[in-house]
């Protein structure tokens, strides 16, 4: 298909806050929502080495959208290396990669 579409890099529609405080019993959700064409994948990196973050079990998990989720969580399961943590964003397609602001992540109890 021809004409129509024009191919684009990544752009951030949302992102999330520079910091965010939660308490172990509510748990966060960090959204990063990219616009683009072909539509851009998103990779969750703790910023302080920009590798690439995976699930932790009823601790952290990353949707299918990109939302990088918190669940609530007991106050003996709390990880300083999940909890208390520097997090960005990054949006990448054929076309280039855009990254968000790095997010201050603490959780504690409240």
Do not use: M
């Not at 300083?80 to 959780?107: E, F, I, K, M, P």
Request: glycine share 10%.
């Amino acid at each position: 298909v021809s004409g129509g579409c024009e191919e684009s890099g990544p752009v951030l529609v949302s992102e999330p806050p520079n910091k965010v405080d939660f308490s172990n019993s509510t748990g966060a959700s960090l959204h990063c929502e990219p616009r683009g064409s072909p539509p851009p994948s998103v990779v969750w990196v703790g910023a302080e080495d920009r590798q690439p973050i995976g699930d932790v079990p009823g601790l952290r998990r990353i949707l299918s959208n990109g939302t990088l989720v918190f669940p609530p969580f007991n106050a003996g399961e709390y990880r300083q290396d999940v909890h208390a943590r520097v997090y960005t964003c990054l949006a990448t397609n054929a076309h280039g990669t855009v990254h968000s602001r790095d997010t201050h992540v603490r959780a504690g109890e409240f």
